[in-house]
């Protein structure tokens, strides 16, 4: 059994293709390596680089974390989808996060942004060319935003 069974497979099979076609249209490239619903989802969650992604309240809250953002930022999938994603920042941090955020909903995504977050139990770390982007359908029909981590050092 896998560690998300607990979890809609409806909304991961969703969520999971939501964030892959995004991802694919803003950069060109590919997050996993296989176009089925199913195996994207066992491959994304599995995947060793963090994946997370946010809704599109006023407040957004976290509601997508892979296996490797959960360990990243030590919590589980419950605690992480409750979590204003404003809180993965330290409060002196907060202002650049959201000048970040904005930089994505203009232009769609960026790949270059590295800054210190925050784990459930205080300590930091250090993101490094992260890419975060807007979470679309093939409509425009906007969902969020998610960001793809692929390197980050413990502070």
Same mark, same amino acid.
């Given at each position: 059994?896998?560690?998300?069974?607990?979890?809609?497979?409806?909304?991961?099979?969703?969520?999971?293709?939501?964030?892959?076609?995004?991802?694919?249209?803003?950069?060109?490239?590919?997050?996993?390596?296989?176009?089925?619903?199913?195996?994207?989802?066992?491959?994304?969650?599995?995947?060793?680089?963090?994946?997370?992604?946010?809704?599109?309240?006023?407040?957004?809250?976290?509601?997508? $974390?892979? !296996?490797? #953002?959960? @360990?990243?930022?030590?919590?589980?999938?419950? /605690?992480?989808?409750?979590?204003?994603?404003?809180? *993965?920042?330290? $409060?002196? !941090?907060? #202002?650049? @996060?959201?000048?970040?955020?904005?930089?994505? /909903?203009?232009?769609?995504?960026?790949?270059?942004? *590295?800054?210190?977050?925050?784990?459930?139990?205080?300590?930091?770390?250090?993101?490094?060319?992260? /890419?975060?982007?807007?979470?679309?359908?093939?409509?425009?029909?906007?969902?969020?935003?998610?960001?793809?981590?692929?390197?980050?050092?413990?502070?």
């Amino acid at each position: 059994m896998h560690v998300w069974q607990d979890i809609d497979p409806q909304f991961l099979q969703w969520q999971t293709g939501r964030i892959c076609w995004s991802y694919a249209h803003w950069t060109g490239r590919s997050l996993v390596d296989d176009s089925d619903s199913k195996s994207a989802v066992v491959q994304l969650m599995q995947a060793e680089f963090a994946v997370l992604s946010h809704d599109t309240r006023a407040e957004p809250v976290f509601n997508y $974390a892979n !296996l490797a #953002a959960q @360990r990243l930022f030590k919590m589980n999938w419950a /605690t992480f989808t409750q979590l204003p994603s404003r809180f *993965s920042a330290e $409060a002196i !941090l907060q #202002a650049e @996060r959201e000048d970040f955020l904005q930089r994505v /909903t203009e232009h769609g995504y960026i790949d270059d942004y *590295s800054g210190v977050r925050i784990a459930s139990d205080g300590s930091r770390f250090r993101i490094q060319q992260a /890419t975060v982007w807007n979470i679309v359908d093939v409509h425009g029909v906007y969902y969020g935003q998610a960001a793809m981590i692929p390197s980050w050092q413990t502070l």
